[in-house]
Nanobody, 114 residues
Framework: AQVVESGGGLVPTGGSLRLSCAAS????????MAWYRQAPGKEREKVAG????????NYLDSVKGRFTISRDNAKNTVYLEMNSLKPEDTAVYYC????????WGQGTRVTVSS
């Protein structure tokens, strides 16, 4: 199994980014997927998840209304649209199954300047 995250960068407060995660080597369409993040000095936390059947979504309270998770099963890809970014969103963002397995990618770094 492999995931490759992309789309991170440096943005000002209030800016937007769209992260992508290309998955391979496992049954993407039958797995619930999620985005996670790890800020400096903090534990990794789940940011958003999306189901494999009816594509139900769930979000960390602090990102509700600002982030949107989606998936394209034809492309084995999951996305995270992030709007109204805040400095506290600064972290390395990862995708994985939900719950996660041991196959973490390298992540994509998001830095929000104040």
């Amino acid at each position: 199994a492999q995931v490759v995250e992309s789309g991170g960068g440096l943005v000002p407060t209030g800016g937007s980014l769209r992260l992508s995660c290309a998955a391979s080597g496992f049954g993407f369409t039958i797995n619930t997927m999620a985005w996670y993040r790890q800020a400096p000095g903090k534990e990794r936390e789940k940011v958003a998840g999306i189901g494999n059947l009816n594509w139900d979504t769930n979000y960390l309270d602090s990102v509700k209304g600002r982030f949107t998770i989606s998936r394209d099963n034809a492309k084995n890809t999951v996305y995270l649209e992030m709007n109204s970014l805040k400095p506290e969103d600064t972290a390395v963002y990862y995708c994985n199954r939900d719950p996660p397995d041991s196959n973490w990618g390298q992540g994509t770094r998001v830095t929000v300047s104040s």
